[in-house]
């Protein structure tokens, strides 16, 4: 029923930008935060950013001043613009929403890949 679907990966140069979407649907209940995590190769999933339904947003120390995130909170969308963008940025990135139900559940899509590379 709920589904997390993210788009806008892709292959780019470094110092170059991307723009993630990520669409919740599925529910006739609201979303509240929502964020982007990423996950390299070998790698265990790590924090990117967050935003709550009222806006304020969370980052990570390695994508501060470089990406920022933002929602359209009646289309329960969420986005992250990503710029000067740099190798050690490439992973799937992963988007998650929170459902406001009677028990708050959290859903995560199936990823975008971001490629950052010469």
């Known amino acids: 029923q709920v589904k997390v679907v993210e788009s806008g990966g892709g292959l780019v140069h470094p110092g170059g930008s991307l723009r993630l979407s990520c669409v919740a649907s599925g529910s006739i209940f609201s979303f509240g935060t929502m964020g982007w995590y990423r996950q390299a190769p070998g790698k265990e999933r790590v924090f990117v950013a967050t935003?709550?339904?009222?806006?304020?947003?969370n980052y990570a120390d390695s994508v501060k001043g470089r990406f920022t995130i933002s929602r359209e909170t009646a289309k329960n969308t969420v986005y992250l613009q990503m710029n000067s963008l740099k190798p050690g940025d490439t992973a799937i990135y992963y988007c998650?929403?929170?459902?406001?139900?009677?028990?708050?559940?959290?859903?995560w899509g199936q990823g975008t890949q971001v490629t950052v590379s010469s």
């Open positions: 935003i709550t339904r009222a806006g304020t947003t």
């Open positions: 998650k929403a929170t459902l406001l139900d009677i028990n708050p559940q959290e859903y």
